[in-house]
T-cell receptor, first 114, second 117 residues
Framework: QKEVEQNSGPLSVPEGAIASLNCTYS??????FFWYRQYSGKSPELIMS????GDKEDGRFTAQLNKASQYVSLLIRDSQPSDSATYLC??????????????FGKGTLLTVNP | ETGVTQTPRHLVMGMTNKKSLKCEQH?????MYWYKQSAKKPLELMFV???????ENNSVPSRFSPECPNSSHLFLHLHTLQPEDSALYLC????????????????FGNGTRLTVT
């Protein structure tokens, strides 16, 4: 059973701080990693995708991947109240073709306090 | 404005009713998915269609019946549901990667909030 684990939170940070969200996965063969943001009552929205070890930056967001340790993280710099949402980690195993299966974590609820 | 449109947004149905959820994607993708999201549980994959062909049925009860007439449209037909089927049902689409390629992310619709009474 492939698993994706996230701390459910809530994670509370003050406005302007760095929010750090972590995710671990069980399948060493995993190749593609995604972070989604989901506001209450809304659908998940893609924030970042990362496929190779290291850091990937996009604006205030940085995704970090360490395949040896089987974890992927998301850093949000200069956190804003509008960043308050549930962040979902998603991991794909099996590459493309009909083996494409995206496994989601339960999500971490982030609250940014003004 | 999402490129994946789901209707209806909300649905209340009795256990003996038959209803259908509809999904349409305008992104030129060739793979479509149904996910179920229940409170305090991870997103659960239900069905996958690649080029209109069902390639995944994740042990979903037969009271859920998918239909994919073309690469842009996906339906989920519902009949004799149970109260525990109440959840947010999300449609998603993506570009189908070839074996060995990295996969593209999913793009989700706004979901249908289903309540079974």
């Amino acid at each position: 059973q492939k698993e994706v684990e996230q701390n459910s939170g809530p994670l509370s940070v003050p406005e302007g701080a760095i929010a750090s969200l972590n995710c671990t996965y069980s399948d060493r063969g995993s190749q593609s990693f995604f972070w989604y943001r989901q506001y209450s009552g809304k659908s998940p929205e893609l924030i970042m995708s990362i496929y190779s070890n290291g850091d990937k930056e996009d604006g205030r967001f940085t995704a970090q991947l360490n395949k040896a340790s089987q974890y992927v993280s998301l850093l949000i710099r200069d956190s804003q109240p509008s960043d308050s949402a549930t962040y979902l980690c998603a991991v794909n195993s099996g590459g493309g073709g009909s083996n494409y299966k995206l496994t989601f974590g339960k999500g971490t609820l982030l609250t940014v306090n003004p | 404005e999402t490129g994946v449109t789901q209707t209806p947004r909300h649905l209340v149905m009795g256990m003996t009713n038959k209803k259908s959820l509809k999904c349409e994607q305008h992104l030129g993708h060739n793979a479509m998915y149904w996910y179920k999201q229940s409170a305090k549980k991870p997103l659960e994959l239900m069905f996958v269609y690649n080029f209109k062909e069902q390639t995944e049925n994740n042990s979903v009860p037969s009271r859920f019946s998918p239909e994919c007439p073309n690469s842009s449209h996906l339906f989920l037909h519902l009949h004799t549901l149970q109260p525990e089927d109440s959840a947010l049902y999300l449609c998603a689409s993506s570009i189908k990667a070839l074996v060995g390629q990295v996969v593209s992310p999913l793009h989700f619709g706004n979901g249908t909030r289903l309540t079974v009474t």
